[in-house]
């Protein structure tokens, strides 16, 4: 069975995830902030016969000894897909020339930078020993140099530019180990980061984005991808 960990699976394109890789037959290990408070998720799994198809795990990807303990409880354990998926878009009033707050720009590097490669260290002997040896960040077209016209939104800007370029030296010091890394844009979807306004539902972008990963091999290793296939310009 294919086996898949996903952090930020409690709601939104995370969730969506599980669903997705679940009704598929993965095994999935989804993992969240608070799992007494997450019943999108905990409904979900109690769909599934036996319910251990869906594992839920308290995760809060800044807390790095965490990681290493869940590393550790699932030290046996081949993963063929890790998503880095959870992200945090500081508040528009504190992203904003002037006006920036740099305690959240922190937390934002923490989250959406750090986050990935932390996550991709702690589990790379799981990912090793895996059929896929895939690993996935979710990263945003915002953080693209090139699509920048519109300015401003410098912290979630800055945070994926900077966790595109991890994950490109991921890539290259990964490749010998034959382990896959790419960045996602997922599109602009609706959730409670994306609002009502947004183009696409969450539905849309992980079955876009779930073909791009079914098709993905060593030699796309490195490459920023958008939902639908098309490669983003750096
Ligand atoms: N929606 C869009 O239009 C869009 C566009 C481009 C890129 N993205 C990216 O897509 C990813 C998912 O976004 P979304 O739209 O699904 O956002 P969302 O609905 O706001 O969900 C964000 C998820 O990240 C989790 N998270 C935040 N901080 C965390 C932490 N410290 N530890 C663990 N989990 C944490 C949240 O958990 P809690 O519930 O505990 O807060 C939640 O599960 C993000 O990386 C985002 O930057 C989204």
Request: hydrophobic share 40%.
């Amino acid at each position: 069975m294919k086996t898949m960990l996903i952090t930020g699976a409690n709601r939104g394109i995370g969730l969506e995830f599980v669903r997705q890789y679940a009704a598929e037959g993965w095994h999935v290990f989804a993992c969240c902030r608070k799992p007494a408070a997450a019943d999108k998720l905990n409904y979900l799994a109690n769909q599934f016969p036996g319910r251990i198809q869906v594992q839920v795990h308290a995760l809060d990807v800044t807390d790095h000894q965490q990681i290493e303990q869940l590393s550790q409880t699932l030290i046996n354990q081949p993963i063929d897909l890790l998503i880095n998926n959870a992200g945090v878009y500081p508040p528009d009033r504190g992203d904003a020339f002037g006006k920036t707050d740099y305690a959240a720009w922190q937390h934002a590097f923490a989250v959406n930078t750090m986050a990935p490669l932390r996550m991709s260290e702690a589990f790379i002997r799981q990912l090793s020993r895996s059929e896929r040896k895939t690993i996935v960040t979710i990263t945003s077209k915002m953080g693209s140099v090139t699509d920048n016209r519109g300015g401003g939104s410098y912290i979630y800007r800055s945070s994926k530019a900077g966790v595109n370029i991890v994950v490109k030296s991921l890539s290259i010091d990964l490749s010998p180990q034959k382990i896959i890394a790419v960045v996602l844009h997922p599109g602009w979807v609706k959730t409670d980061m994306g609002g009502p306004g947004a183009l696409i539902t969450a539905e849309q972008s992980v079955t876009g984005m779930r073909r791009v990963i079914g098709n993905l091999t060593l030699q796309d290793s490195g490459k920023f991808y958008a939902f639908d296939g098309q490669i983003v310009p750096w």
